[in-house]
């Protein structure tokens, strides 16, 4: 069975102390790995896609990176708008459920001003 | 408007009536996909689409849950007989199309409250 595992279940960080959200997977076969952002009453907003071990993305303050096993949400010198639930999601491959993504329970992260 | 449309954002209900949940996806997404998020529980899939047919179902909890799409765009997902344990936020999402690694958008959700 696909498993996500996220840690930590919460972070507190100062404003511009870099850290580091961790997404441990097992899944048959990768098609994608996903890293969203999710606000208190909004829907989870998409992030970035990797697809095979070694590839890394960023996005303003944020780098994601992928290995076989797991996956790293790296934050450099965050701010108070940086504060959400970031949730790591996989995609597997085979005919059944190829399609869906399945989640994680989310690293809920606040920046102190 | 631009993004994944869902309504009602709230809905309340007693237990024992039917419920309808309505998704307008982004214009031009041909699969769509229903999540439950529920406290403790996180994101879990029930449904999708491609086009009008739903190839895979395997996450609708009971026979209480149905869903379906006309026209390649609007989906409802409808759960008869509302139990308590059905109450979460539902989410919608839709992709451009089933490519691997093709991004899902969601909407905001409809949050459902089972009295």
């Known amino acids: 069975e696909d498993q996500v595992t996220q840690s930590p279940e919460a972070l507190r960080l100062q404003e511009g102390e870099s850290s580091s959200l961790n997404c441990s997977y097992t899944v048959s076969g990768l098609r994608g790995l996903f890293w969203y952002r999710q606000d208190p009453g909004k829907g989870p907003e998409f992030l970035f896609t990797l697809y095979s071990a070694g590839e890394e993305k960023e996005k303003e303050r944020l780098k994601a990176t992928l290995t076989k096993k797991e996956s790293f949400l790296h934050i450099t010198a965050p701010k108070p708008e940086d504060s959400a639930t970031y949730l790591c999601?996989?995609?597997?491959?085979?005919?059944?459920?190829?399609?869906?993504?399945?989640f994680g329970q989310g690293t809920r992260l606040t920046i102190n001003p | 408007g631009a993004g994944v449309s869902q309504s009602p954002s709230n809905k309340v209900t007693e237990k024992g009536k039917d419920v309808e949940l309505r998704c307008d996806p982004i214009?031009?997404?041909?699969?769509l996909y229903w999540y439950r998020q529920s406290l403790g529980q996180g994101l879990e899939f029930l449904i999708y689409f491609q086009g009008n047919s739903a190839p895979d179902k395997s996450g609708l909890p009971s026979d209480r849950f149905s869903a379906e799409r006309t026209g390649g765009s609007v989906s409802t997902l409808t759960i008869q007989r509302t139990q308590q344990e059905d109450s979460a936020v539902y989410l919608c999402a839709s992709s451009l199309s089933v490519g691997a690694g093709q991004p899902q958008h969601f909407g905001d959700g409809t949050r459902l409250s089972i009295l």
């Open positions: 214009s031009g997404h041909t699969a």
């Open positions: 999601a996989v995609q597997a491959s085979g005919r059944q459920g190829a399609q869906k993504l399945v």
